[in-house]
């Protein structure tokens, strides 16, 4: 390039045209907005942003918390989390109330399909807290309608429900951990069965019992005068391997201390040194500390010791079993401490606490413990035990009776069945059985179901074996029996409950017994769904199993398969029935990439067949089995933390938020196959999908352009192209140029993707173009419809009937139509008919514009016709086209023909009749004149033809006669006569006849 050529240049690039960059407009929103929480302004609202992320609409603007958004499925309601209530509002957050008056924390409100049900969290107390549950409430009046169950083998803390758009289940999160069961102490604690109206049936129960009394609490009363040197010691040197031992039978036994001395001793007389506790060390501490009183000649007055005892001094739990031990050497002295310090006393308030006394006695029978049979008289009721202690026998010795007194105590079972009415049971014994502790105690039980018990009814029995006199049965000692009603007729079907463990997590092959008989207990073979052998996944699933008899009757039970599995750490994904009857851990289905990891914030897809769920840093879809595993979301620096997918309608992309830890969340949005994350709007959280529904109007006229008075078919077709369904009323406007056309009104609901379509027929009554407006609310469409100028002018139309007509038969009427569609008045209007001639009411006279009339003649059918018949009509008026003024129509009269085949027979000879032009399918009657005629009588023509025999008899009348047709059915015509036959008598022969002999 040369130097010169280079201002050249320089100039060409400064002339070129420079590129601008021009923002692209925002595309149209989608029909669906996109709920969530934020915080502005120190409170946290639920607000909107269209699925553009723009137009941010705050929905509650109120005073502290409102989050959680949840939409119902045809988006026209709200429900969200306002502290610890639920309210329900309009979609746009108008007319709010609170959705029941729940006092207990409710949160995480999740719509049915339908619109009528939410499912909420509801935290309900437990132990010194509470935990998560999951109730379903009706949305009109609040009320809970069910409850998601927790399975019996686990502790859990279901939260964050979403329903399967179905309805049929519900997606949670479940944080669980396996309940070890307690070991029941019946034989069989549970049993389900089917019987009969009217019968019966035994069961035997056994009821273990324990060496050691039951969640026992052991007061160790000591006497502490200077004659107790040795036992004090023994029971300060043993207490530790006495509670170990105890603690060993029975794990939560707690140990309390006391001492008494005589009522000369004031503060010692009776004095707690240590409250019930399990803690072994505590215990032996303090028994370390106990000495003995210095006064050699006190007066024990243990009767005090018991009453403050069994009142005030300790803290027993209500369902332990009270002890006290009382270790001492000499009777009590009554009436010292208190003056109802008494045995009596004593007596009355070990039996109202329910306390069973053991007595240790280092005296001898002249003045020791028992000497004056008190100990007899307090062990009796409720029953205790008495052990004897040689004084100086050593440690060992006292540590020995202690245990001994404790594990000798009897044991009182009383059975207390409580039945629905229906079904009865007696037991034998029937109780109160009293025996050794640690012995086993057999009833038989005999069940009956009454006759009147209503078939298909459930009636239960619990049975409490209630032990020494409580007022409630203890874990473990509660039986229950459950009947399903079957009547006299149907199938009885039985299948029981089955539990099995999951090694590794994954599915179980479970196999169980069913049985079915039929009304005469004959046995049928039940078919079971899922059927035996099936492999069950971890949760709870039903079997339904069912029989049928020879006469088709049908019954019916069902169980249910537990598969329980090693608790993982961390929430999991179950899928639940609303009534629970069937749960499912999905998350150990779960494949790589998802394997392994905690799940929660499960989403369904809107066609039901996937769920997305959050693990750890990445968000996960898998098919509503659990498979199909697949990562849509990775936690990353620009994406931190990617939790609660919800997903977008078109069922292609998710919506989600993420953030670090210390920000506010955003909410993403990325495809589901294989896409790239896009924010779509900051500081949001807890995203929820409002459904909307988008309608279009669509007008059509077919034809567009119609003659002067012609017709045109208008049609309106309304649309919903949106994902939630709309009202729509149609207002259909059509202008005064037309006449008609479609109408409009309430259509009612259009589903998604659904259409109505309304139409009529418009006529043109003015030229020109008019436009026919149809609207739904806002949105309109419109349509032209164009009328020619009017062209018209008088015009003639004939027709004739009947076509043909037969002679004889009914009279041709013509039929002339007349139309003035020129516009104007014409008169002197007539008709005028060659041939036939009119009749005066051939004139018409005055025909308005658009004017039409009719204009008969009548032709008489009495000879037959065939021409055809030309009718004018003139007026004095304008008329521009003269051609349609003439009009012409056939005249058809036919006439009916008979022909014999000869002109002479004899009598008793047949002769052959041919008809023609008669009536096509009308009913002939033939006959002869004179004569008779008795065949072939009457016969029915296809085509207006026929051809029959008829007869002459042999003794009718001779001479001339002809044949003769009559209308019986169908077209009308005259009577027929064929040409003349001569009837000769049979004895006539013919001229050149020869007789032969």
Request: some cysteine.
């Amino acid at each position: 390039m040369t130097v010169r050529a280079l201002p050249l240049l320089l100039v060409a690039l400064l002339a070129a045209p420079v590129p601008v960059s021009r923002a692209q407009p925002a595309p149209e929103p989608e029909p669906f907005k996109i709920g969530f929480s934020s915080s502005e302004n120190d409170d946290r609202d639920v607000f909107t942003v269209d699925s553009n992320g723009n137009t941010r609409t705050n929905l509650t603007r109120s005073p502290g918390s409102q989050q959680e958004p949840a939409f119902s499925l045809d988006g026209t309601k709200l429900a969200y989390a306002d502290g610890d209530h639920i309210v329900i509002a309009n979609a746009d957050g108008t007319n709010p109330r609170p959705l029941n008056n729940e006092t207990r924390p409710q949160s995480q409100p999740a719509w049915s399909p339908d619109g009528t049900m939410i499912a909420v969290v509801t935290r309900v107390p437990a132990g010194e807290g509470t935990r998560p549950i999951i109730q379903i409430h009706r949305v009109s009046d609040g009320a809970k309608t069910g409850e998601i169950p927790i399975p019996a083998h686990l502790s859990a803390r279901d939260t964050q429900p979403d329903w399967s758009p179905d309805g049929r289940t519900i997606a949670i999160t479940r944080r669980s951990s396996n309940i070890t069961p307690p070991r029941p102490e019946i034989e069989v604690p549970v049993t389900e069965l089917p019987a009969r109206q009217g019968t019966t049936f035994d069961l035997t129960q056994v009821v273990h019992t324990s060496r050691i009394p039951p969640k026992p609490d052991v007061v160790l009363l000591i006497d502490i005068s200077q004659s107790m040197s040795d036992e004090l010691k023994g029971v300060q040197d043993q207490l530790g391997k006495i509670m170990e031992e105890v603690k060993t039978l029975q794990p939560e036994t707690r140990f309390g201390v006391a001492t008494y001395a005589g009522a000369e001793n004031r503060d010692e007389v009776f004095r707690r040194r240590l409250e019930l506790t399990d803690n072994v060390e505590k215990a032996v501490a303090a028994v370390k500390g106990i000495s003995l009183v210095t006064d050699p000649f006190s007066t024990e007055v243990w009767a005090h010791a018991l009453i403050e005892t069994a009142t005030r001094e300790f803290e027993f739990r209500s369902d332990a079993s009270k002890v006290v031990v009382i270790i001492g050497d000499e009777p009590t002295a009554e009436y010292r401490v208190t003056g109802k310090d008494s045995v009596e006393n004593a007596i009355v308030e070990l039996k109202r606490a329910n306390i069973r006394t053991v007595g240790v006695d280092s005296g001898d029978e002249r003045v020791g413990l028992n000497s004056k049979k008190q100990i007899d008289d307090i062990i009796k009721d409720p029953k205790g035990s008495l052990q004897k202690y040689v004084k100086g026998a050593g440690p060992e010795k006292i540590r020995t009776a202690i245990l001994d007194g404790i594990k000798d105590l009897d044991v009182t079972i009383t059975p207390v069945p409580k039945c629905d009415t229906g079904l009865t049971v007696e037991l034998t014994p029937p109780g109160p059985v009293t025996g050794p502790s640690g012995e086993n105690v057999r009833f038989a039980e005999k069940f009956t179901v009454a006759p009147d018990a209503t078939a298909g009814s459930t009636l239960r029995c619990t049975i409490e074996f209630r032990l020494n006199n409580e007022q409630q049965a203890r874990p473990g000692y509660v039986q229950t029996v459950t009947v399903q009603v079957a009547d006299l007729v149907k199938p009885v079907v039985r299948v029981d409950d089955v539990t099995v463990q999951s090694q590794d997590g994954a599915d179980v092959a479970v196999t169980y017994q069913a049985s079915a008989t039929d009304s005469q207990n004959r046995p049928l073979t039940p078919v079971c769904t899922p059927p035996s052998g099936t492999r069950f996944p971890i949760g709870v699933t039903r079997v339904t199993c069912t029989a049928t008899d020879a006469r088709g009757n049908t019954g019916t039970d069902t169980a249910v398969v537990t598969v329980r599995s090693t608790a993982q750490d961390g929430p999991e994904v179950w899928l639940v029935t609303p009534d629970g009857s069937s749960q499912i851990n999905l998350s150990p289905r779960f494949g790589d990439p998802c394997r392994g990891r905690p799940g929660e914030d499960p989403a369904w897809s809107p066609d039901g067949k996937s769920l997305a769920v959050t693990q750890d840093d990445q968000i996960c879809v898998v098919n509503a089995d659990g498979t199909g595993a697949r990562v849509i979301v990775r936690g990353s620096s620009a994406v931190e933390r990617p939790r609660s997918p919800a997903w977008l309608p078109d069922g292609t992309r998710i919506v989600f938020a993420a953030s670090d830890v210390e920000s506010p969340p955003d909410l993403w949005t990325v495809p589901v196959q294989n896409g790239t994350p896009r924010l779509l709007t900051r500081n949001a959280g807890q995203p929820a999908v409002q459904r909307l529904p988008r309608l279009t109007v669509t007008t059509t006229a077919t034809p567009a352009e119609v003659p002067f008075n012609g017709k045109t078919t208008i049609e309106v077709v309304v649309a919903n192209t949106g994902f939630a369904p709309a009202p729509a009323t149609l207002t259909v406007t059509v202008p005064e140029g037309l006449t008609g056309g479609p109408a409009g009104g309430d259509l009612g609901q259009i589903a998604p993707g659904g259409r109505k379509v309304v139409s009529g027929e418009a006529t043109g009554v003015t030229a020109g173009e008019h436009v026919v407006t149809a609207a739904v609310g806002t949105i309109t469409s419109r349509v032209t419809v164009k009328v020619l100028e009017r062209t018209g002018s008088l015009s003639l139309a004939m027709s004739a009937s009947p076509q043909p007509a037969f002679v004889g038969g009914d009279d041709v009427t013509v039929t002339f139509k007349l139309l003035n569609s020129s516009g104007s008045t014409l008169t002197d209007v007539r008709v005028v008919a060659s041939a036939f001639g009119c009749d005066p009411e051939c004139a018409v006279g005055t025909l308005g514009p658009d004017g039409q009339t009719e204009v008969k003649l009548t032709i008489p059918a009495t000879q037959a016709v065939d021409r055809e018949l030309v009718g004018v009509v003139i007026a004095t008026g304008p008329d521009e086209d003269a051609g349609d003024n003439v009009a012409t129509t056939r005249i058809v009269v036919k006439q009916p023909t008979l022909t014999v085949d000869q002109q002479a027979g004899p009598l008793g000879g047949v002769v052959s009749v041919q008809g023609k032009d008669f009536p096509p399918g009308a009913k002939v009657r033939l006959g002869w004149n004179p004569g008779i005629s008795e065949t072939p009588g009457e016969i029915t023509t296809a085509d207006g033809t026929f051809s029959v025999q008829m007869l002459v008899f042999h003794n009718d009348t001779e001479g001339i006669r002809q044949a003769t047709a009559t209308s019986v059915e169908g077209t009308r015509f005259g009577e027929v006569k064929s040409g003349d036959f001569l009837a000769l008598p049979s004895t006539v022969q013919p001229s050149d006849f020869v007789e032969r002999g």
